[in-house]
């Protein structure tokens, strides 16, 4: 059996990580710990968590984890978003380079993250643009939490449709996967804690693993944990 820590940008993504990923990676042999929210700064000895916008304070966290957890059976991973991603961010000049090809920028930053950390049972992971592509895999399931916004959901599944895959809806300002919800659906502003994480239940782990490749790349690499650990 492997064991897992996992660093989320917000509630949203924790609560995804314990109540989906958690219980279907368990399947593979990989216990995850409760995933806990990533710091982004430490002031006068006190660790702030959540954000993802501070680089050097994410890494510290990171850092302190590998260090204090030196077995070779133990691994770490991140769900922090590509969307306003922080410019200290290791590669982020290079990587900017590759903006027309989002999964090409993608995976150079989280390499750039990975030669930093310099530990192969880091395994940096970032989303594609956000938390709320995963929602595109299935816009109808919105309408367990809204029942009388069919044309509000239409429009969503438009913007599902115009995409080869939801992790290509890009991260403009009001443009973003996050943004195209709120816009139409206000309430899950301040529901989103709850309801993405529902949401992705509703749509199931399998089917948001068909639609998003990324998403899909890293949940696989996440389940061989479970063998490596074993050799």
Request: glycine share 6%.
């Amino acid at each position: 059996m492997a064991r897992l820590y996992l660093f989320a940008e917000g509630q949203t993504e924790q609560t995804f990580a314990d109540t989906v990923l958690k219980p279907h990676l368990a399947n593979f042999g990989v216990y995850m710990h409760n995933p806990v929210l990533i710091a982004h700064a430490r002031k006068k000895g006190k660790v702030h968590r959540g954000g993802g916008r501070n680089f050097q304070g994410m890494q510290n966290d990171v850092v302190r984890f590998l260090t204090q957890e030196s077995g070779s059976d133990v691994y770490f991973t991140t769900m922090i978003d590509l969307y306003t991603l922080h410019q200290g961010f290791p590669g982020a000049d290079e990587a900017g380079r590759l903006r027309n090809d989002p999964y090409k920028q993608v995976e150079a930053l989280e390499s750039s993250w990975s030669d930093t950390t310099s530990d192969q049972r880091f395994i940096p992971f970032i989303q594609l643009h956000e938390y709320e592509a995963y929602l595109f895999a299935d816009v109808s399931k919105f309408a367990f939490f809204f029942s009388e916004a069919d044309s509000d959901i239409a429009d969503l599944q438009k913007v599902a449709d115009g995409v080869a895959t939801p992790e290509l809806i890009n991260d403009g300002q009001h443009t973003a996967p996050s943004k195209r919800i709120i816009s139409r659906l206000p309430e899950y502003e301040d529901s989103k804690t709850t309801m993405g994480p529902q949401m992705a239940e509703l749509i199931g782990l399998e089917n948001i693993r068909s639609k998003c490749p990324h998403f899909d790349a890293w949940l696989k690499r996440l389940e061989q944990l479970g063998t490596e650990s074993m050799e």
